[in-house]
């Protein structure tokens, strides 16, 4: 009897067509693009130059135990990481705005409390768990008496009345903030670009991105000018940054840390207390150079006493339980490079291998249209880009208008800000009738992972299919969006762990993801990775 196919397998062979010839069309662009750019580039840039001070080579968490026992000071700390800024920053151009000499005060004032010996080196590890430890702030987050830009023209001349919520529970456990970092305008982009700080490098090789949009951050710290550092992730943009340069980044549960306080800045009028509607995907975290500071740093910025607790206690991985996923099966997906697919396996190994748990690979038909689906999730909630974006304040510029300005080089706002507000509502995406179809593609990925991850359950799989592409190379790339996006949409926690280099020296790594509110448990499997793979190298030191 002939088999008549049903609309379901009939859909799902277009699909899979589609995938193919799609995938092949990215690849061969990427190709084109990336051959492109290399000729243009001329070969390897420049690498930062190795990390000596051994200052430099302690985690957040051993230099606040030294800082409180009096073995350290505070202000040596300070002292070394601003040499070292100054020594990375021209070659990464991380920074943003600088307050060296306001740390370097409040570094002596530690070092006095510490000598007073009024408390206990126990009490202060209690009361402020990193006191005098150097820290670094992305410049789209409050920092009272700094410039809060949003890395925008548009903003130059704010200045934030007052720290985020982030940051004052840093500085409450005792941080010092050094600098604020660079970021792409109004953090519209994965790559690090404005026009008024300039472009951030890879210290790895600075004709590379260090990512977007906590790209200088993750540049900074992993040049090792910082130790610990906090930016924010809307989309991937902890994670894409700490997975170019390869450092640590941590994604927090939807409500663990305060997200307020970032771009947009507040609005003009002071009646109008709307929340602006993206901070329901817009996630700050922890980034970092050792995994153990993922642990201290999320003690202390952790609302939920019940989760705060979890972190950095013993872990039995005789009970996890691993899926792995190693390719994201959506339209114009560039290919999983083979390093990182190997580098993946080798990390589900490694659990399986020493501690004998379940390892299995996933393969979801639902996140096949994951790239549309998450851009129409952001967009829902935005009835107006420029709004949104400007917070009401009738700033003097017109989106189409001003991206033909930028042709002749007469527009103030960057290339990449001026794409996503001109094509914000492309039917592609954004068409009414289509809310329904990507409402119920979410519900199907709450369910799904509602069910695959329990308490003792992580899901590894890439943070993206390929390490840092040279400057400009995100371009034709920005389907990957998908790999990071989908755990914005399900507020679920996602630590970015460090796994490896490729042939060429650039540093690559992977995603660790759990169920709500498992925050400990993901920080605890990069922990264990890092003593596996070694984490974080310093450049030139491979």
Partial sequence: MEYIYGWYELSFIMNVMLYKVSQFCASVINFIV???????????????????????????????????RGKIKSVDAVKAYIVRILEVNPLVNATAECCFDDALNQARAVDLIVSSRKYSPELLAEEKPLLGVPITIKVLIGVKGLKHTAASKLFEDVVAEEDAPIVKQLRDAGAIVLTTTNAPEMGLSMETRNKLYGVACNPFDTNRTSGGSSGGESALISAGGSVLGIGNDIAGSLRIPAHFTGIFAHMPTRGLV???????????????????????????????????????????????????????QQVDFSKLKVYYLTQMQSPFMVPLEKEIKIALKKAVTHFKKHYNVPCKELKMSSLYDAGRCVVNRFLVLVEDVNDTLTCGRGLPFSEKLDFLKFLFGKSTLSFMTLLVMNIARFPIWCRKDQNT????????????????????????????????????GMIPKLTVICYTGIFNVLGLPVTQCPLGFNKEGLPYGIQIVGGKNNDPLTIACAVELEKAFGGWKSPSRK
Avoid at 38 to 62: H, I, Q, R
Avoid at 281 to 307: I, N, Q, W
């Fill in 258 to 312: 305060p997200n307020e306080g970032s771009l947009p800045p507040k609005r003009l009028d002071p009646s109008d207390t709307r929340k602006p509607p993206l901070y329901k995907f817009l996630l700050a975290g922890p980034m970092c150079r050792y995994a153990e500071d993922l642990v201290t740093s999320m003690k202390v910025l952790s609302t939920h006493d019940e989760v705060r607790t979890r972190f950095g």
């Fill in 34 to 68: 990336d051959r492109i750019l290399a000729y243009m580039y001329d070969g390897k840039g420049k690498t930062v130059s190795p990390v000596k001070n051994p200052l430099l080579l302690k985690s957040a968490t051993k230099l606040a135990r030294d800082i409180r």
């Fill in 437 to 472: 179809y990507f409402e119920k593609i979410e519900d199907q990925w709450i369910k799904e992972f509602d069910s695959l991850l329990d308490e003792d359950t992580v899901l590894l799989m890439p943070t993206l299919p390929f390490p840092a592409p040279y400057h400009c």
